[in-house]
C-alpha cells in the first residue's frame, strides 16, 4: 500500500533546481528528465560538479510542448 505525499508548495523565489526537483514538477521520471537535458530540449547549468535546471526552464520547455503539441484530438 502506498502512502499519500501532499504535494509540496512551490517556492517562488527558487532560480535553480535539481534534476529531481524539476522531475518533480513535469510530472516525469528522473531518467526521462536527464534525457531531456542531454537531447537539450530541457535547459541546464552547470554548477561546479552538479547539474540544475533554472526554474524559467521548465516553464519554457511545457510553452514549447503546447506550441508544438497542444493540438490534441478533443476527447469523445
Not at 4 to 19: A, G, M, N, W
Not at 39 to 68: D, F, M, N
Amino acid at each position: 500500500m502506498t502512502t499519500y505525499e501532499p504535494e509540496q508548495t512551490i517556492d517562488p523565489t527558487v532560480v535553480l533546481l535539481t534534476v529531481e526537483e524539476a522531475a518533480r514538477r513535469l510530472r516525469i521520471g528522473r531518467t526521462l528528465c536527464f534525457r531531456l537535458i542531454g537531447t537539450g530540449e530541457l535547459e541546464s547549468v552547470p554548477v561546479g560538479r552538479l547539474r540544475r535546471v533554472p526554474a524559467a526552464a521548465v516553464h519554457e520547455y511545457v510553452a514549447r510542448l503546447r506550441a508544438t503539441r497542444g493540438t490534441a484530438a478533443p476527447a469523445a
